[in-house]
């Protein structure tokens, strides 16, 4: 390694050239790489959704859900399985091996879905089979409010104009329609007079759709062509559809003899809502691997063009754009970084008096992250959370070995003789034995480092990958900063440092650190004690803050969640909906309000949360930069519940975090209650749920229940004798009804290059007509043919009922989630209450209690306690054969305990909780924190080689490393300190707390301890 440091020493202008190259790679890399919140994870997950139109949930679930299920568990590397049965639909999540890959899962399933069809009752539907990934969101929503009020136009231009045109931008993978309605032609049928001519609804169903439709006839040739014929059938006007003639069994008939026909809206499966006016909404999602910020800028620029262009029709507006935090982020980084490496020059400039030396250092700190940045490219791997979590942590970490080599380079001269005369620069032979002289040290200290982050990589499942950026940063960043130490300095300080420049530490601050020493050497079992009780203070503090995936501080948004009575619909809620949006939106502090109730048909996602409900409405309130959140949740409370019917229920709560979702995370206590039938589960949950209201007591305000609700049934019987003996089928009987009151389409009107859909019922029977009563169901005409019609009362007996809305299933186990919300300043005792509830039921013979989602950390927790453990492991082999030392790799970690003596307290005075950015703080000084007790060693071990006694050996080494130990904890402290004066909460201002507290009570704590240890093992090995 000499040799290499001096021929950079010699040959400095290439290495500028070099540094120029790696400078170029950087930037081009930070332009190039995509900008995203969380790395790009793949999670194995497949949903498959059956429908049965008419059956209940309770049908549903054992006549489909139960059969899929036990068919779908043979599938290869299944892990767990849910589902949410609810009217006439069934979806079900499949949760695979991770690392699987969910399309090849999907193909499998599939194989299964086609052996269990035949089997499936008949009427129900093929099932579809679609891989999911848990933590999409909407990376851009784009609203089209019409200017006259027509949201069929609206969801017309949004569906042909609106998602054609943001398809096309490179890096969207899908695009929803969301909210708006549809139009339809309704063919509302008089049972009466179409009982006088032998038809029911049905009957008029059938006929009609054997006239509104195009037939191919064939072809003939002529002139050499060969032209398809084809004969029109499909209406173009109302007037024309009124005009069509069909045949009955008692002869033809004028449909506008039976039926009155009109053009009416279709019922929405969904609803929209922005600040109290219904609109339509374009959800745009990002497709896998796609910069999110790229592409988030071009979707709103063509969202602007849009607007432009049909600023007559439609009000375009971009209301929902989460790349903005994922910019913010890459901007607060930068920031920091430039902040950070200014104040750690001066900090150099004061430890080393030398301004030269400061610069030389803070500039090692961009070429360092300009190299890893490339790297990252050349990995494939993007700019998230993650990465610029391990590029601000490398911030600090790259200047501890620059600072330790310059010290060493500060020397050069120093030893000559008073009055030699000297060149004003040294040579590369002087340069390259000086720097030698720290190689040891300063790679020991980068592979401490690595030998921390490296067992990251290998964590199973969603925590590696997602953690996996991180490490890579760091490693890399390591890495780099050792070796721009080792080349670009000395070739920097060949051409700019001068002899013996750098000066010694303040006197008064050496002679002031070596009484203090003196002292605690002569009193070592006191200072020893005091470590260790300071030590146990730091881990009780740590180990009691708040536990969370990412830390939560400046919330920009509030979800407030409405329920309505089961059996509602976003149709039914729509005078709700928009009444509470403009409610909020008036709210102080709310800059505007957003969101959807229901779901379109292909929006599995949604459909397979347990927790949704067509009667749930959820409303995203962005509230100003200046808000306190606590105040205005509670003011949005207030007024959502004075605006709400009293059988409403509310919540108000931050937004999920997508992390969570991959993680398997819930925000608050989810639990899950599973048992072997329905009625078991409901009684565990009863039982469940009032032994935790009387253990929380004042500290819980409520329990969602999910799912929940009884929906209100019209059962009906049919009398199987009279139906027997009246000679009709009663398979016949029930298509009958159904088309009376749910309507059936029969086909389309083209009109002005639209389709139309034609939808035939009976007027006034049932749903399809917005009406009905248990007295017209009964009167509806379900045979006509014979001698006098036969009403539906004379075949069967119709009751109102009440039955599950929906039902949920867990590991083919019926299922019922609780979630309870705490009362103000009560989310520590509710907590506490859960955990103690749980432990009390824990699991029985019918019945078992648990945490929801499967959490990531719970799934492999002794995975990461065996990681955390062969880091310790590899750290302790790196150290002991670095010095060939048993006994030397306990001394110098005995600072990673010390470290936790000032985290603990620093975390509870920042307000920090336990989160992904602290934890890794933590797990950072396990490599950073040894490397001062290195240099001690290292200096220790010197005098001891040379023959000093072991007391002034320990003392004058620890004297020695005074300076290059100070300056390496002081540059990274301040390079950590702008991450600390952010104002929103952020994983790297967590992260920066965790370390700093860690970090200054470590260097202060170990600067006494380890010289203290050393010399007592010195003492005994000598006299051994």
């Not at 169903?205 to 050499?224: M, R, T, W």
């Not at 009151?741 to 749903?767: L, P, Q």
Request: a negative charge; proline letters at 5%.
């Amino acid at each position: 390694m000499k040799r290499v440091i001096t021929s950079c020493a010699g040959r400095p202008v290439a290495v500028a050239m070099g540094l120029v190259a790696i400078m170029m790679a950087g930037i081009g890399a930070a332009i190039d790489l995509p900008r995203r919140s969380l790395p790009d994870v793949s999670v194995p997950r497949v949903l498959v959704e059956a429908t049965m139109p008419g059956m209940s949930a309770a049908a549903m679930r054992s006549l489909v859900t139960c059969p899929l299920e036990d068919a779908l568990a043979s599938a290869d590397g299944l892990i767990g399985s849910s589902s949410v049965s609810r009217d006439g639909r069934t979806v079900i999540t499949l949760d695979f091996n991770w690392g699987e890959d969910a399309a090849r899962m999907a193909s499998n399933v599939r194989d299964i879905i086609d052996a269990t069809y035949p089997g499936l009752p008949e009427g129900a539907t093929k099932p579809s089979v679609t891989a999911d990934d848990p933590a999409a969101s909407p990376l851009v929503t784009v609203t089209m409010a019409p200017m006259a009020g027509d949201l069929a136009f609206a969801k017309r231009m949004a569906e042909r104009e609106g998602r054609a045109r943001l398809r096309r931008v490179v890096g969207v993978g899908a695009v929803t329609v969301v909210g708006g309605r549809d139009r339809e032609l309704a063919v509302a049928v008089d049972e009466r007079k179409a009982a006088a001519r032998g038809m029911t609804a049905r009957d008029v169903a059938s006929a009609l759709a054997a006239e509104c439709a195009d037939v191919p006839l064939g072809s003939v040739e002529g002139g050499g062509l060969e032209l398809v014929v084809i004969a029109e059938g499909r209406p173009k006007t109302v007037a024309e559809l009124e005009a069509v003639v069909a045949v009955s069994p008692a002869g033809s008939f004028r449909l506008s003899e039976l039926a009155r026909v009109y053009e009416r809206d279709a019922p929405a499966d969904s609803l929209y809502v922005l600040d109290g006016i219904e609109t339509v909404a374009l959800e745009v999602y990002l497709r896998p691997g796609a910069d999110p910020v790229a592409t988030a800028r071009e979707v709103v620029l063509v969202a602007e063009a849009m607007a432009v262009e049909f600023m007559d029709e439609l009000a375009i507006r971009t209301v929902g754009d989460s790349s903005t935090a994922v910019a913010a982020s890459i901007r607060e980084l930068a920031w920091a970084a430039v902040i950070g490496s200014i104040a750690a020059a001066v900090v150099l400039y004061a430890m080393l008096r030398d301004a030269r030396c400061a610069v030389m250092v803070a500039v090692s700190i961009p070429i360092c992250i300009a190299a890893t940045l490339a790297a990252l490219s050349l990995a494939g791997r993007s700019l998230n959370r993650m990465s610029l979590s391990g590029l601000a942590l490398a911030v600090g970490i790259i200047s501890d070995n620059a600072v330790v080599t310059l010290d060493a380079l500060s020397t050069v001269g120093e030893t000559m003789p008073r009055g030699t005369s000297r060149r004003m620069y040294p040579t590369p032979a002087e340069i390259g034995e000086a720097a030698s002289s720290v190689v040891g040290g300063t790679f020991g200290g980068m592979v401490t480092t690595v030998a921390v982050f490296m067992p990251i990589f290998y964590l199973p499942g969603a925590i590696g990958s997602i953690f996996g950026d991180l490490a890579f940063a760091v490693v890399v960043a390591s890495a780099c900063g050792w070796v721009c130490a080792m080349t670009i300095l000395p070739a920097a300080y060949r051409l700019f440092g001068t002899a013996g420049s750098g000066g010694r530490p303040p006197a008064r601050l050496a002679a002031s650190y070596a009484r203090s020493l003196s002292t605690a050497m002569r009193r070592p079992s006191r200072l020893i004690i005091c470590a260790a009780i300071a030590a146990a203070i730091g881990v009780a503090l740590a180990a009691t803050r708040d536990v969370s995936f990412m830390p939560r501080g400046a919330v920009s948004e509030l979800l407030v969640t409405a329920r309505f009575e089961p059996g509602s619909d976003a149709e039914g809620i729509r005078p709700e909906a928009i009444s509470l949006s403009a409610i909020l939106s008036r709210v102080d502090g709310v800059v505007s309000t957003r969101g959807w109730a229901g779901a379109e048909v292909g929006d599995l996602s949604r459909l397979a949360d347990p927790a949704y409900g067509p009667e749930r409405l959820s409303l995203l309130c962005a509230l100003s930069s200046k808000a306190d959140t606590e105040t205005i949740a509670r003011e949005i409370a207030a007024a959502a519940r004075a605006a709400l019917p009293p059988s409403a229920s509310l919540t108000v709560a931050e937004p999920p975090d997508p992390a969570a979702a991959i993680m398997g995370l819930v925000e608050g206590s989810t639990i899950v209650v599973n048992a072997d039938s329905v009625e078991a589960a409901k009684a565990a949950a009863d039982a469940f749920e009032s032994y935790l209201s009387d253990l929380a007591g004042d500290a819980l305000a409520s329990v969602v229940r999910s799912p929940d609700g009884q929906a209100g049934r019209v059962l009906a019987s049919p009398d199987r004798q009279r139906i027997a003996g009246l000679r009709v089928k009663l398979a016949e009987v029930e298509a009958v009804i159904r088309t009376a009151t749910e309507g059936v389409r029969v086909g389309n009107m083209r009109s002005d290059g639209e389709d139309t859909d034609i939808v035939v019922f009976a007027g006034g029977a049932g749903s399809a007509d917005r009406g009905g009563s248990l007295e017209s169901l009964r009167s509806i005409t379900v045979e006509a043919g014979g001698s006098a019609p036969i009403h539906a009362s004379t075949v069967a007996t119709f009751d109102l009922a009440y039955s599950a809305a929906a039902l949920a299933r867990l590991d083919r186990r019926d299922a019922i989630y609780l979630t309870p919300v705490a009362a103000v300043s009560g989310r520590g005792a509710l907590e506490a209450a859960v955990e103690r509830a749980m432990i009390a039921y824990g699991s029985g013979a019918r019945s078992s209690v648990r945490r929801s989602g499967g959490s990531a950390f719970g799934r492999y927790a002794e995975a990461m306690a065996w990681t955390l453990a062969l880091v310790l492991v590899l750290l302790y082999l790196v150290i002991g054969s670095q010095f060939e030392s048993f006994v030397a790799p306990l001394v110098i970690m005995a600072a990673i305990p010390l470290a936790l003596a000032g985290s603990g307290p620093t975390m509870l005075i920042a307000g920090v909780g336990l989160d992904s950015g602290s934890i890794m703080g933590l797990v950072a000084l396990f490599g950073t924190v040894v490397n001062s007790a290195i240099l001690l060693y290292e200096a220790c071990a010197a005098r001891l080689a040379a023959g000093e006694a072991p007391d002034s050996a320990a003392f004058l080494g620890a004297i020695d490393r005074l300076r290059p130990v100070l300056a390496t904890t002081m540059t990274t402290l301040v390079a950590l300190v702008p991450l600390c004066l952010n104002p929103e909460a952020s994983p790297q201002r967590s992260m920066a707390v965790s370390m700093i507290g860690g970090m200054a009570a470590s260097t202060a704590l170990t600067l006494f301890i380890t010289p203290t240890v050393l010399a007592a093992l010195a003492r005994r090995r000598a006299a051994a």
